[in-house]
């Protein structure tokens, strides 16, 4: 496959999706922004955000008022307007569609969010010295979603300029980090007709010139929101009058860190963000726990939600205070088509960028992608998650994660030529 | 004394201030609406923020962001822009004097700043079935400052209209909350000519028609803002990369509300806010603790403070976390002198309204007017805090806190009849 | 009155004494040798336990096997084994009386248990130095009832030589420690027939030469066992298995020392003994706490009792353990008469070995004593609690615990006379 | 191979040892009664304690009091005295050979020690219904190892019956619980000629008929002992005197078992046994917790490890207490030879009574025969861990565990059919 895309192409649309993350359903700028450059390729098709949603299934949407922020913050960008105002209500994403006739239906998932944590400003981190770190203080593409996007916009380059018979369909997914974007896609049935689906992701702690074409071991995860409401009190005056939420949710910290590991296999608990109390001479009248767990199965998974809600249940007696779990967005495990990794094994290893190819790789986290492979498989279409490496200097969600650019263009090709491959082999409407 | 306020203006005053609480140094809807008031009597000299403060010992001030902030809503009234401009900064508060030529100086304390806790809107609650509930949601005035503010500016209107030899000063302190508008006062100077001080509180406990003439029990008290620094990491991918700042977090509340009573008197610790963490994915990198401790003397103030300084510390060190601790504002303990309380009580069984005079109560409390009482008895004057009871149907700092408006003009009233007679007895010039 | 007890007689029962300490209801050794002392003087009735105690209200009995263990202690030693036999059950103290005719009839309590610790083997601790530190290692005579012993011996015997119309009781009673002697002595119905009553206790930090005519400030006191039943499991193999009744435990410990203080006064909280678990390699399946609350009045104890109970019901429910909780025994306050006060003071005055004499000091601690006062002052007689001072190198209840031998004089010859006083004094049959 | 051994006589053994459970280094009775049943056979050699052991490098040595406890309970029983004493001081243990001149030298290793544990006794449960529960109240064997000496000495018996060339060398391993018996085994050199050797466990969640042929994922272990110092106070005069031992030990027990999951794979934490404080009334001078750590590999023990022993030094900090701890034996990982995987399947396979033979499976425990596979396999030596099914109701370490005892002569046939494979196929002196 001759090259057809611009490495300085790639890297300014990254480079710019880099200094405006955005948090899940938030992603105006970022949506806008793919769209903008979608008018400049001979594409078929584009749905945007609730064309390609199952709108009720959306899952952790911020409240209006941060919708609102965030959708005024990106009208201060130079992005278009109308397309903004389509997105506005947190209804965000996009899928592009190229439609070349009869033959199989493949498919490519980026997702695009954001993570809410401050971007460092060392100067020996690149973003800083290069001048495209987090404009949006306290938010950060520490995941490198801005190069998925990227590269997503690199795949519908490079295989529009290539001869191809099927279709190829390219989703923008929203909210990965907020397991909330998946499920409405998957639920949407735009991916009903798709007989094979790629997913991908950069970094993982593969360095450049790595790629792992099949990746497993995706942990299942869900989230939860508790929240711990007492009684406040003048805390010099009256301190015994209280009801102490923050007590209680120390207590529910503490505890749910402790619930033990489990002899079938991996689990993990996270109490990611906590609050609570409003002065500090007011006895604390209420607390939250926004928390997850995750587990090598589903039943694992379901072991620890069970545990944790105990724990967080007796903490709430221990202090006398109201406990709400809202149960958050929750995504299953999933697993790699030996099918999709053949073609994508071959593809590494026909590029001459690439200098390693790992067939397996276990990922130990977790990823709402696995709705989408699961519901493609269940149609009886094959899946498939694949690991483009690039050196990063901090670890995934720190403050200093950032990707070697060169990884762009590697990921670009050996994406674009697996779904050629795939294209070429697959049997299509075998769904 | 013959009566010279009106009721409905105490009350609608109130209730507009009530509507608009601000917190601490950013009064500034506050103390424009009190120069408002304050161009219709005849006072003789107003002094506003960096007149009345030493501006450099102001402590807790807001970052800029928040001072901006509330400058802006305040900006949104119908307060008097030139005003605002004044104010800038967090430079709030006022200081009125009525100048009747030779004789002693009196003053009357009150304060005027806000709570951030978020009122009640039950129907049952006073201000939300009247229409005064606060507009600024998470903030209210539940401590009665609405009632000190409108108590002074009735004072200085009584006053106003009544012959006598001497000085009235009425101080509008801003940041009572915080402990931290006492002190810039304190040490602006502008009381050191004062022979007789009175600081005023409504409630405590006390219905309305009861008088407090001489409050003692003041707890000393201390602020501390701790923060812990971890290490942020994935929370699926690898747990054990990270160091976990809200662990650290709720080791230290945990151990915090744990330090022993002491066996020489009255205590006081709380963990009245905190925060730690980003989102549900990342383990915690930050965590803060805003606290206080108090102490029936400043030694066990100090007790407590160096308790809970060692246990979060050490609470760092268990979770790996640097540990950076703020040390806040404090304030000292203070007594009401006898010579203050006869007159305050002898104003008391004077009134009708008035229906029990106390002598003498414990505050077991703390009030940064400790500062002001200090500083008068130290330059020779004479000074007393006096309470005003008012039936309150939820506690002081609670969400239910309100006042019965009966009790504004009691205020006044025994306030006004106490000044006097301070002013017709107190030696001028003992300072 | 006239010196007729011997120092040296004194130092001797009292070093005896202090070498053999027994927990409550397991004083055999001290019992025996209480009364060996008896036998050589002219005392006219002893009672031994059955025979002074309501035995079904004995509280925190120890079990069987250590009752025995502590009984064939005690046959180890010179003790007259037909007195032990007496003893056997538990049923341990003594009640000595010398009947001299018509007359009131006053009484002296004195307590003659020891404490579960440890004594210091340092050379510079005197018993350690001296040859007479406690050979019941882990057992430690660290509040000084054996000096309330000998004290009570020597006032018997000083009594004994003088002339009195009237009845002299001197009560030794057992399991004060465990808050459990007091109850069924009152109960006994042997003190109604009392006049006046003292209670006695040396130090409470008053140094030597110092006398404490009543002491009020007893704080109501209740104990508790609290246990956690969880499930056993491998730790290794089976860790989730588990309901780990350790972390329960550690859960309440932390937030037992919680409870918020009482705006109504002092309280107090102590989780003073814990286990849990047999071996590092199981999963704890039971782990328990013995602790005590107190507070200045019954209601403040009965709050934090209260408060107790929840949090330990909480933190089993945290880690799915059934909880059992004991409710041990309770004491209430009590008070000092004038009446007593004042003659205590008065022979107090009148000693020369006496420096100083405090009219009222608070204990700030408990004492079942309080049962005694209480029944005595029911029945229409009058009550005080005295303290005899003596320097005390390390605190109550503390490993260096001493004191110094010159007060044992000074407390025999200021409550023989202040016996006498009343005696002289009080109107008989007043009950 | 035929059938050499009688079910009734292993039955009798290990229900006679099960009646008396020993924890490690006190298996007096224990290791006497074995040497019994060896004198009745045609064994060569046996030696005993000392003899086997490189006595310097024992660990987890109980204490004088208690070897001589259990030395003289032993001695209440018809244990040989002779016997007895030379075991005294903890040196349990033995290792019995059959030497049938050149040819290789095979071994099987058993451990004998029970578990520091209360038997159930419920009527449903097996050795309570037919009398063979427990006669050493608090002790148990909850692990099988009753089982794992009759199978010994059944292999003794087998073997010493049937002709091979070489030798057979049956090890009686003290103290696997407390991961202190193997090592100074392996280090007494006693195993240094040998060519194969096999380690025995029964269960494992394994049922009656199923052998393990080769067990693997052995996690690595230690354990440690932390104690902390405090100060003592009275708990009602001078809380704050005290430094809290009791709470020290709690925030440590919480966080230890907070610390995090690791992404290299499986860790295990327990604070298995925890004691503080002396009486309630007092607050808590000193507490304790024996724990332990565990890894898949050696790495990740060293990790739990190093974060562990941070907690407990931070826990420290926290309330002002003095912190050692006492690091106890630990145990590597090890793997199962193919060479005996085979030929133990082959003999699995041969066995009528055996319904499923698996060749791998992974412990997911620890235990300290590694040392002696690791030393085996370090010579040159060949080794495995097998597992003998058995249908257990309880889990292992629990109250109710039980073993099904026609599991016993399965265990000796297939063990035996296993060393005699191996003797015929190994090639001596490759060490």
């Not at 380059?157 to 499920?183: H, S």
């Not at 604390?284 to 926004?290: F, K, Q, S, T």
């Not at 249940?313 to 109201?322: F, P, Y």
Request: net charge negative.
């Amino acid at each position: 496959m001759e090259q057809t895309v611009d490495h300085d192409w790639l890297v300014s649309i990254r480079r710019d999706l880099h200094r405006r993350p955005e948090p899940g359903w938030c992603e105006f700028y970022t949506t806008a922004r793919i769209l903008e450059e979608l008018e400049t390729m001979g594409v078929d098709d584009v749905l945007v955000g609730r064309e390609m949603l199952a709108t009720d299934t959306r899952e952790a949407v911020p409240d209006d008022e941060t919708l609102t922020r965030w959708l005024d913050r990106a009208r201060g960008t130079d992005a278009d307007r109308a397309v903004l105002d389509r997105l506005a209500g947190g209804y965000t994403g996009a899928m592009a569609t190229i439609d070349r006739g009869p033959g199989p239906t493949v498919a490519l998932r980026v997702d695009i969010d954001g993570l809410p944590r401050r971007e460092s400003d060392e100067p020996d981190h690149v973003p800083t010295a290069e001048g495209f770190r987090s404009v949006n203080e306290g938010h950060m593409h520490a995941c490198g979603h801005d190069a998925h996007a990227s590269i997503g916009l690199g795949v519908l380059q490079a295989l529009g300029n290539t001869e191809f018979d099927g279709t190829l369909k390219v989703l923008f997914q929203p909210a990965e980090e907020r397991i909330g974007g998946a499920k409405p896609v998957a639920q949407s049935g735009h991916l009903d007709d798709v007989d094979a689906l790629i997913a991908v992701h950069v970094g993982l702690d593969h360095p450049t010139g790595e790629i792992v074409a099949g990746i497993d071991g995706f942990l299942a995860i869900t989230s939860f929101e508790a929240t711990f409401e007492g009684e406040g009190a003048h805390a010099g005056g009256h301190p015994n009058r209280g009801h102490n939420a923050v007590q209680a949710m120390a207590t529910a910290v503490q505890n749910l860190y402790g619930i033990p590991r489990h002899e079938d296999g991996t689990t993990r608990i996270n109490a990611g963000k906590v609050a609570g109390g409003t002065a500090s001479n007011i006895v604390p009248e209420d607390a939250l726990i926004e928390g997850e767990v995750r587990g090598e199965t589903t039943g694992l998974m379901e072991y620890m939600r069970e545990e944790a809600y105990r724990v967080i249940e007796g903490a709430g007696e221990v202090h006398n205070c109201r406990v709400t779990i809202d149960q958050g967005p929750d995504a299953p495990s999933a697993r790699s088509d030996q099918q999709v990794v053949r073609r994508v094994a071959s593809a590494g290893e026909a590029n001459d960028r690439v200098e390693n190819v790992r067939r397996r790789d276990e990922l130990g986290g977790s990823e709402d992608a696995t709705y989408l492979l699961n519901r493609v498989q269940k149609q009886g279409g094959i899946a498939g998650y694949v690991g483009i490496g690039t050196d990063h200097p901090g670890g995934h969600h720190t403050a200093t994660f950032d990707i070697d650019e060169d990884s762009l263009l590697i990921g670009v090709e050996v994406l674009s030529d697996s779904l050629i491959r795939l294209l070429e082999t697959v049997e299509p409407g075998a769904t």
